[in-house]
């Protein structure tokens, strides 16, 4: 994992929290797997699928009852992101606050990442 020994690489905001537990619940699910892959205007898109059996190279965080998996080649992109559920009159979802995003299309669907070498400058001090 590419982290801070004793921080968690995600965390989650309460409204978050219950609507991940929401979804374990409904189905059983072990939680939510967090990743990211090429996609979408600014180049990257946010994935979140159910997880029925956790893989033993995600990094696992849980959080009053909920829980998510955040892929290998997403973790060093997820790292000190907040996750947020927001419901407004037009849309619900959830939400990610990432300091490691660079760019954003207007729709707010696509980022784009700072790069590996400026990311790992950071991490290191």
Excluded: W
Excluded at 100 to 107: K, L, M
């Amino acid at each position: 994992m590419f982290g801070i020994p004793g921080k968690q690489a995600v965390t989650m905001t309460p409204a978050a929290i219950r609507q991940i537990a929401k979804l374990m619940d409904r189905e059983g699910h072990q939680g939510l797997r967090i990743g990211v892959k090429k996609g979408g205007c600014a180049g990257m898109e946010y994935t979140m699928d159910y997880v029925t059996e956790i893989d033993p190279n995600d990094e696992v965080v849980e959080q009053d009852g909920a829980r998510v998996m955040i892929a290998p080649m997403a973790q060093m992109f997820l790292f000190g992101t907040e996750i947020d559920y927001e419901t407004s009159l037009l849309e619900s979802g959830f939400r990610f606050r990432n300091p490691n995003v660079s760019d954003a299309c207007g729709c707010g669907e696509s980022i784009k990442f700072k790069d590996v070498e400026e990311l790992s400058a950071e991490r290191s001090g």
